[in-house]
Each structure stands twice: as C-alpha cells, then as structure tokens.
C-alpha cells in the first residue's frame, strides 16, 4: 500500500479513510471528547507558563504569508540565533514558494498574557537541501511519500541573538526512548491551534527513533495543528535534549467520533544534529 504524507496540515493520505495533519510536569489528565491529535478520550496536555528551562527557550515561529494570511509553527532554541522547526512551515502555498525571511518572527517563551521572554525576526533559513528539491520536483508541494518525513526540518537564523539558554541537539539512533540505556523521560512542547498563546505540555510519552526508517521517528506525545516543528525532549534530572521534532500525525475516521490518531511522526535529531553544530558554530 503506497503511503504519502501532505504537509500543509500535514495529511498523509492512505489508500484507506485516513489523514495526517501537522499538527508538558506530570499531571492527571482531563476528559475530553474524541479529538484530532490525541491518541484518546484524555487529553494529556498541560498548559504551563513557560518561566523555566528549557520551557522558556521554546516559542511560537510566527508566519505572514501575505495578503493578510498568517500561520504558525512552533521552534525551540538551539543556538543563540537559531531556531529549530519544521521546514513545510516556511513554504508558502498561496504562492507556490518559500517565505522570505523578514515574514519569520519567532517569540520565545510566549504566555497567555503576552509575555515572552526573547524575540526577533529572522535573517535566513536554512531549509533542508533534500525537503527543498522534494518540493520543487512535487506536481504538489503538499504531497509527498512517508518515507521523505525524515527530510522536514529547517533552521531559522535571527537577526538578534535571544539571551536565553539553547537546548542542547542530541541523535540518538535506533532507540526506544526512554530506556535503561538513555533513561528519564520524553516529553512535547508546542503551541497548538487549539492554545495559540500557551505552552501545552505532554510529559511522559515515549519515542523511537530510525522508525518508519532511518532518521525519523515516531512518538506517542498529543501533538495538534501549530504544534509542527516543536521539539521531542529527552529530560533526565536537570537536563534536556532535543531528540527529535514532531511534524506529522496519521489519523483515521470512526464511526460516531471524530477523527483518531493512529501514529505520529517526525524527524530524529540524527537528521539535523551535525548541521545545527556547523549553523551554530558559524553564526553568533
């Protein structure tokens, strides 16, 4: 059965009734009903004030497209003036091409009140060379086989340095995360559309990398539309790492519910660690 994934919200179209739409401590989750983006009834996703680390370095990567359109993503800090996402976040559909970089604003730490701890315009972005062809040779841009998910990521360069601290890029090939080896816990941490201005954590689910294939991944975190480039963390005691980041989730019609997620997806940090290392180490 031949698979392929669309990302403009990302839906990955199955030869069965099935999408995928692009789509944090532990607490008891609430009720809700059967939504997009959650793999149950409960919802474990915690809106939380993004005051401590590595909270306060992941933020809202904010896009005018033109026209009045806007949109956005979520980005996590990684230098301290480079900012993580998904790179499908960049392209612009109303005109069949990426955004320039002065239409990127990324606020770190954004709250509900309006708040944030550090912002700036970008300066350039670093899409990935591969996702940047696979666009270009698509009859759509939004459709794409599942086995390129591993290729959607990108690095938005600001033009002024955020005076927090990065969270630190660690691959981890072919894990079951957490485990005995790279113990504590995953966690993900996004604004979604259904919390535009609120950190919404869920702590305590799990990821594994290399799946469906070598350097992706696939998670069991809650993860909505605007949640698309936020990062899977690696928590262990007083440190935190990004392993990965959440691009994709794979849903499908019930009868009487709305729709359920079957799997969610994203990119292994193995995909993009030794290019944030160079990006970072060029640009300070």
Not at 173 to 180: I, M
Not at 257 to 283: H, I, K, P
Request: hydrophobic share 45%.
């Amino acid at each position: 059965m031949v698979q392929s994934v669309r990302f403009a919200g990302v839906w990955i179209a199955l030869a069965m009734i099935a999408v995928v739409v692009i789509a944090v401590g532990v607490q008891s989750p609430e009720a809700a009903p059967l939504s997009q983006g959650l793999f149950s009834t409960r919802d474990y996703r915690v809106p939380s004030l993004p005051a401590v680390w590595p909270w306060s370095s992941i933020g809202r990567v904010n896009v005018t497209r033109g026209t009045g359109a806007r949109s956005h993503c979520t980005g996590t800090l990684v230098g301290p003036r480079h900012v993580l996402t998904a790179a499908h976040c960049l392209f612009n559909p109303l005109q069949n091409s990426w955004i320039n970089p002065t239409q990127v604003h990324f606020a770190a730490g954004q709250s509900g009140d309006g708040r944030f701890g550090g912002s700036s315009v970008a300066v350039a972005l670093k899409i990935n060379p591969v996702f940047y062809r696979e666009i270009g040779a698509r009859a759509r841009w939004d459709n794409a086989p599942l086995n390129t998910v591993q290729h959607d990521w990108a690095i938005v360069v600001l033009a002024n340095s955020i005076n927090l601290k990065p969270v630190p890029v660690r691959g981890i090939h072919d894990a079951d995360l957490p485990n005995a080896t790279e113990p504590g816990e995953i966690a993900r941490a996004g604004y979604p559309m259904d919390r535009p201005f609120a950190l919404s954590i869920h702590r305590v689910c799990s990821a594994q990398t290399d799946l469906p294939q070598r350097d992706a991944l696939v998670h069991q975190c809650n993860f909505k539309q605007g949640d698309s480039g936020s990062p899977i963390l690696l928590l262990n005691e007083k440190e935190a790492n990004v392993v990965g980041i959440a691009t994709a989730s794979l849903t499908a019609f019930a009868p009487g519910t709305n729709r359920r997620t079957l799997e969610a997806y994203g990119v292994s940090a193995t995909a993009f660690a030794n290019m944030v290392a160079a990006t970072v180490g060029r640009v300070q």
